[in-house]
């Protein structure tokens, strides 16, 4: 089921539980998606990867501003941002733990055949298409610099 398919059954529920932090998170997801379809050269349908995509920018610039806030003081803020970015993470995939991603960046790491620092630049391509949408992207650079600097 689409993106915008989910999004309109969930803003309903949070309006009769008047759950304003999950009523706010999904205006702003479905804002989102309507500038990406009024985007000039757009077709109007974004595709499973494309929403994986954008709903992990949106809980990216969430958790950056959490911590903005949380450095400035404002735990109150800090707690709103936070709890968006909860909201999002019911949207997105299960992600992988960090047993789990070591284990594939190990894989894709002998698939590859990549043995040394100097190979980094490789097997962050072929890891991050692969394990797009199951883990963040620092901590598959993390994973993928932790194997190939054994120290």
Known sequence: M??????????????????????????????????????SGSSGEMSEAEEIKLLQK????????????????????AEDELA?????????PQQMTEVELKSAVALILERVGATEPS???????????????KAEGRAIADAVKALLNPS
């Open 2 to 39: 689409s993106l915008k398919a989910q999004i309109m059954p969930a803003m309903k529920e949070a309006m009769k539980a008047k759950d304003k932090v999950t009523l706010e998170t999904l205006r702003a997801i479905k804002a989102e998606l309507l500038k990406v379809d009024t985007a």
């Open 58 to 77: 949106m809980q990216k610039q969430r958790k950056d501003a959490a911590t903005i806030y949380i450095e400035q003081g404002r735990k109150d803020l």
């Open 119 to 133: 190979d980094m630049g490789k097997a962050m391509g072929m890891a991050s298409k692969e394990l797009a949408g």
């Open 84 to 92: 968006q970015t909860e909201v999002l993470a019911k949207f997105l």
